[in-house]
């Protein structure tokens, strides 16, 4: 392992782990997702946007994003592991088969009455807040956010917005926040529906992450048979990250793809911990402050930690001017390339590879040459319309 400096960002340089058999997030947990969320109303795959131009202008193979600013209205993929978790939770509770139900199950009037007896409750960034607040309006729940200080009065509006849900900014930071949320779901009686796992607490996060993996199920096909080389991932708790990052070691087989985890370097918890060589997770303490609300997080996800230590091979920590370029070339792309709207927390992947894509030496140690087929995940679209604005102008 070794670790490097460069312009805005540092680096973790490692040899990733051939795993034997299985990593633990497949495509039967994928299409088992899927085959919920295509019952949902205003369900429709996300676009796999080809950046052909700009691969032509950087001499790769091909550059693919997969845009989530689109998805069930929400401008960000968070939906995908609240429904799905709500969804599995709300069927343990009423004694339905999870692989026989799906959403037409809770329209019937007697399922309905039932679920409005149950509330939720979660901590968030913004994004994963909005999920839940949109789901459990389409079950007919109830719902409880809390977030943390920092949080813009837009992200609270938009989570109220959502769904049917209440908001609430507070004065903790965000690990301290999920710890206030966890203490309320005790006191009150409510069900915690968190993106992030510890000990004692694994079950629901782990359909949270299996709720993500429609994006790799959705990926796969419009991908048709073409295997990525680089997948780029933004982490936060790293809950995404593991389980994408564990399908597509699955999906690829022997050919594994290089894995680079990004995070923001005021709250790069997952770097920070594997730079400890320890192999243990690690917590980032204090209030870091960086644009990229939805990634400022100080503890990775338990669940997906060894995913991430032991299959990622480059490990990424970026200052806001790195996803504040990634914003701007995605809107202004080149040439012919459609433009995309993202925000703080999903541009900065695409601000990364640019100045990968810009340094020779860089190529070099991302091992990306004219073959090289480049994934990217557009998690977010303007969640803060101001911001965006600001930025990209």
């Known amino acids: 392992m070794k670790e490097y400096s460069f312009d805005h960002f540092r680096m973790i340089e490692q040899d990733a782990s051939v795993v034997a058999g299985r990593w633990p997030y497949t495509m039967c947990e994928a299409k088992q997702s899927l085959r919920f969320h295509r019952s949902l109303p205003g ?9 052909q131009c700009a691969a032509s202008y950087y001499q790769v193979r091909s550059i693919l994003v997969k845009d989530e600013s689109f998805r069930f209205g929400l401008k960000a ?10 969804f599995r939770i709300l069927c343990e509770k009423l004694g339905l088969d999870e692989k026989e139900a799906d959403y037409s199950t809770f329209c019937r009037e007697d399922i ?36 943390p200080k920092g949080t813009v009065q837009a992200r609270r509006r938009a989570v109220e917005e959502a769904g049917s849900a209440t908001a609430v900014i507070t004065d903790l930071n965000y690990d301290q926040t999920v710890r206030y949320a966890a203490s309320m779901a005790k006191k009150q009686g409510w069900i915690l529906l968190q993106d992030t796992s510890w000990s004692g607490y694994e079950q629901y996060p ?23 080389t680089h997948v780029f991932l933004q982490a936060g708790v790293g809950s995404m990250a593991g389980g994408m990052a564990s399908c597509f070691m699955n999906i690829c087989g022997d050919v594994n793809p290089l894995i680079v985890i990004v995070e923001p370097v005021a709250a ?26 939805g990634l400022n997080c100080g ?34 792309p080149i040439g012919s390339d459609p433009a995309v709207v993202s925000g703080e927390s999903g541009a900065v992947t695409c601000g990364l590879l640019r ?32 911001s965006y604005r600001r930025i990209v102008s």
């Open 77 to 86: 993929f968070k939906g995908l592991g609240s429904s799905y978790c709500m």
């Open 355 to 386: 100045a990968v894509l810009e340094s020779d030496s860089l190529r070099e140690r991302f091992q990306i040459d004219h073959d090289s087929v480049i994934l990217l995940i557009n998690t977010e679209g303007d969640t803060d319309p101001a």
């Open 112 to 147: 309905r009455q039932a679920c409005h007896h149950f509330e939720f409750v979660t901590a968030t960034d913004g994004n994963h807040g909005k999920g839940v607040s949109w789901a459990a309006k389409i079950f007919g729940c109830r719902a409880h956010v809390y977030m």
């Open 268 to 293: 790069a918890c997952i770097y920070h911990s594997v730079l400890q060589g320890d192999g243990n997770l690690h917590s980032i303490t204090g209030d870091p402050v960086t644009i990229m609300a």
């Open 206 to 228: 782990q359909w949270i992450i299996e709720g993500y993996l429609t994006m790799a199920e959705e990926i796969t096909s419009q991908m048709k048979g073409v295997l990525p």
């Open 43 to 51: 369900y429709r795959m996300t676009p796999l946007v080809s950046m």
């Open 299 to 332: 503890t990775p996800c338990s669940l997906v930690w060894p995913v991430l230590r032991d299959a990622s091979a480059r490990f990424c920590a970026c200052e806001d001017v790195i996803t504040e370029q990634g914003m701007r070339a995605y809107a202004k």
